[in-house]
């Protein structure tokens, strides 16, 4: 990673060992310094110039999502407080900087019909000419993947057949957005599909060598591109398709395939509502299928009770912006 060269890169430098001798990663607090480094050459100013006026401007040039703003600054009013601490400075400069309002979002949620619909459309959409059928396949039981056991898009696509245990009915998921493996079971439905596809295959590749549990072209995994295409072709086909819309300090995504991973959340806990169970007692159960290190993560996932709600917050945010 590059090293910072404006005149406070000793200080920079400081900061981040400091922080890596606390046990933080490196690459998570350095890339925004290094955009606060170059912020500084490009200014060409001094200590003297580090007034809360020079820090306002900073956050009006910072052409990002209001809350990713906010984490920006968080991190330089950190570095300033640790200069203060070792009597570098008298006082932080940004201690007085507000946060910028902060923004919601609120997903896209796919209802259990929905969901289920969706997985009929991307089936029906598999081309049944030999050239693209096992491909199409493929991204068929990714998709039934990220419906049924609420992965992320990339976790169906770094699959190894090794990764698969058929006796088990599990697969093994490792280098997950949190560093953290996690061993799942497949939902009945997911392990008939993803049988189904394999017998395809072992009866029209013979000596497959392809060492990927859903093979993408030429012995390579599938692509996170392709998995989007037949998502949003399907999506557009039922009719479900809305544009992301940001309305006050509120946005509603459009659907895209994490909302079936939202989706599976919500309505996981919906069938443990209906079962008369409680989802709190449930709640680190799903965190843990989820691959989520802390089951408050799962539990932000729950921002509307279901698809319904979903589309009913959306139209009442409506009403109060007209009448304002």
């Known amino acids: 990673m590059k090293p910072f060269e404006s005149f406070m890169a000793k ?64 991190d330089i009013r950190s570095f300033f407080r640790f200069l203060v601490r070792k009597g570098v400075l008298e006082q932080n400069p940004l201690k007085d900087i507000p946060r910028l309002p902060k923004r919601y979002f609120v997903p896209f949620v796919f209802s259990q019909k929905q969901t289920q619909a969706l997985i009929k459309t991307v089936c029906k959409n598999i081309r049944k000419k030999e050239k693209y059928f096992l491909l199409d ?52 439905p997911v392990l008939a599909e993803l049988e189904s596809y394999l017998a395809a295959r072992r009866n029209l590749c013979g000596n497959d060598q392809n060492q990927y549990l859903l093979a993408g072209r030429d ?41 079936l991973r939202h989706s599976f959340a919500i309505n996981t806990v919906n069938k443990i509502k209906a079962r008369g169970q409680s989802p709190q007692h449930a709640l680190p159960v799903l965190a843990a299928y989820m691959g989520h290190r802390k089951y408050q993560y799962t539990g932000a996932y729950l921002k509307v009770k279901d698809a319904k709600h979903r589309m009913g917050l959306l139209e009442f945010v409506k009403s109060r912006a007209v009448v304002k």
């Open 11 to 74: 200080q920079l430098e400081e900061y981040v060992a400091y922080r890596k001798g606390l046990g933080y990663a490196k690459k998570k607090i350095k890339p925004c310094l290094l955009a606060f480094d170059r912020y500084l050459q490009k200014q060409n100013i001094n200590w003297d110039q580090l007034q809360p006026s020079f820090f306002l401007q900073l956050r009006a040039e910072i052409s990002e999502h209001p809350n990713t703003v906010n984490e920006i600054l968080l």
């Open 137 to 188: 396949m493929a991204i068929y039981v990714a998709i039934v993947m990220l419906a049924r056991c609420g992965m992320r898009i990339n976790e169906p696509l770094r699959l190894n057949r090794c990764h698969y245990r058929k006796r088990e009915a599990t697969v093994y998921i490792e280098r997950t957005k949190f560093r953290k493996d996690r061993l799942i079971p497949l939902p009945k």
């Open 219 to 259: 012995h390579a995994p599938l692509r996170d591109q392709d998995i989007r295409f037949a998502f949003h072709r399907a999506v557009r086909q039922m009719g479900l398709y809305q544009p992301k819309q940001v309305i006050g300090n509120v946005t509603f995504g459009a659907p895209v395939p994490h909302s």
